[in-house]
DNA sequence: CATGAATGAGTCTTCATTCAT
DNA sequence: AATGAATGAAGACTCATTCAT
């Protein structure tokens, strides 16, 4: 972590073989993480889940954190494209679905975000990663905020970034507790539960029933 | 080599002087995990931080894992014994009394739970903590909530479980971001924020204004 | 805390090369105990012994127990190895060849057992080992000596078993002693008086002269 | 071990109450040793069990080392004062008094002994006390055996230094066996044995029956 | 004298990274 | 590219000894 490096600076795999391999440790070391959590996260236990041997890890990633960063922005944009909501006329079904694919989409990757959080939590880089990623989201739930405020929607009394920040880290939390609980929780029912309590939250009235 | 233990098992501190020094410690050892994280926290920093010797750290705690399990529960305690709320007539008054002390003495106190919650994965004494912790402020709201329905101050179509999680996520995240952004927020305006949408979400209705 | 064990569990040398840092590493840590004693076998004597750097030692042991037994196997197997004894008619010639066989090749074998005896004395596997190797010395002269009573030759009113203990003992305690002792002894006279002794002993006449 | 002392030296103690402690820090430390083995053998452990704070060893002894070498000279001490043997005129009465007291006095002095034997490898001080015990054991077997010798009753083509070594060896070992086996051995029977067996190995008659 | 806290060098072990083949 | 051995700094823990009260 951060030690100087003299190894030859990992190039993208050149063959088909070599790219299997790299994308096999890239799978290793995300199943490891959502998994074992940090500690287990180590070169070893990945080359090994990976069914290659130690020094091949090397080859690939100038070092842990290089993988670690490769997992994280690959949970990210996974994160992110499972988000994408399609255009839907009714801003409540718009919230539902929204919330709907984060919870289904995003639960494991939310967890390794947040293992990242905190186990890595001196390497800059990564924490930019998260920041972006949150920013994204409190942004984009800002900006519909905003345009239900000017449609008349939505109580104009709320300061747009606080909601989306508070309301955003509602649905996040949910997301990593649900995965934690030991007596799972019925999803579908939780994604309605946060529906509503998101658009009353803003003053949007959820549909009766 | 199966060598049986022969530094004496820590026992409360018998002196003034032990006792400031363990308590010391136990500050030193809160701090860095609040600082510096997960990594940080080594018997050395500790001792250092603390001003005593390396040794001193296992007169008191059999292991890091021990202080560990001490700061956390001293969090849990502190976090718990700051929550309390006094018994408000207004409902509102209540959630708004609720949130400012969750977020005035919990900040910290929350993102060191996190912390283990990632970092001793493994480790079943601290998950029980953990899982404790929550369930009490989850119990808590739920009793609050159902009380408002029964009320019939709140929406009586929300499952309290559910709601309580949700929202209390919502509060216990933002308690931690804020504490990670760079641009300070202004505490009393999300504070302000927190109880309307919570109040919202519920139904219940907030104060004009 | 926990964490689980990721380095590689040792397994056995895939190339020549680490075969050879293997070996040496046994014979080193063998030296090691023979010439220090317990308190001289550190990993860190190990591996400069044997010209490796301190993190090859676990790259072929899982501790430094995990070497002890290792050792302590291969002189048990050298001692009972070195201490077949031909098949000769002439009994007394058989009790020469016995001790001979013992004294020459066993000498540091038995330091190395009698210093493990004490060392790891909380040890079950290596207690374990210990008692099967002097169970199988008493359990041999207990053999030759029933027989020799039965074929009229030793005295008929010894209890085999106690015998077989004593003058075992006497061998195995003299084996020990000759390593320790500044003034050498001449061996092959030391043979010669123990192989007398013996046979004495048991009332088998020793050859005139 | 070692370590350059800047403790005041500890002089003999001057009050009664101090000769009590000193005595049960021995008696403890004894204890330890015999029932413990070198690795239960900690100032910690032996003032603990002397029902004294740890501080108070360094004020009866300069070291652990100090105290050891008092334990062993005690022990050693009361291994040769136990041994001696009355004047009996009968040769092999003499020699069955001998290792009866041998074996009924000295199993755990001894193990103490052949504790230190290993354990304190390179202090040459108590070297040198188990050198002097051994010594004066096979100093006083080889007499007897000259004298026997003289005396015609022993076989004159023995060296008696040889010899001494040897059968002083074989009931040394014993002693301690005798201690370590798990099914505990008839102790008269194998004195009974051990005189026999020395008798006959040297030649001299013994009784019938 | 007794107490118990303090000290810190020493020991075992881990693991990210490098290197020879 | 792949392999598996080698490296060594860093971490957790121990314990003989010292010292303030």
Redesign the pocket.
Known sequence: ???????PAP?????A??R???DALIAAGREIIEEQGW?G?????V?QAAG???????????????LLRKIVKAAADEMIAASRVPDLDDPYARIVEANRRYLAATGKAAKVLRMVEHGAYLDDNLRGLLLEIREFYVRRSEEGIRRLQTAGLADPGLDPHLTAIALGGMVEQVAVIINELREPLDTEKMVDHLSRLWASAIGLRPPVG
């Open positions: 972590m951060g030690r100087a490096r003299t190894n190039t993208a795999p050149a063959t073989r070599g299997r391999t790299h500690a996260f180590t070169p070893e236990a080359t290659v041997s130690y020094g091949t890890f090397y080859t690939y990633f100038e070092s842990k954190d290089d």
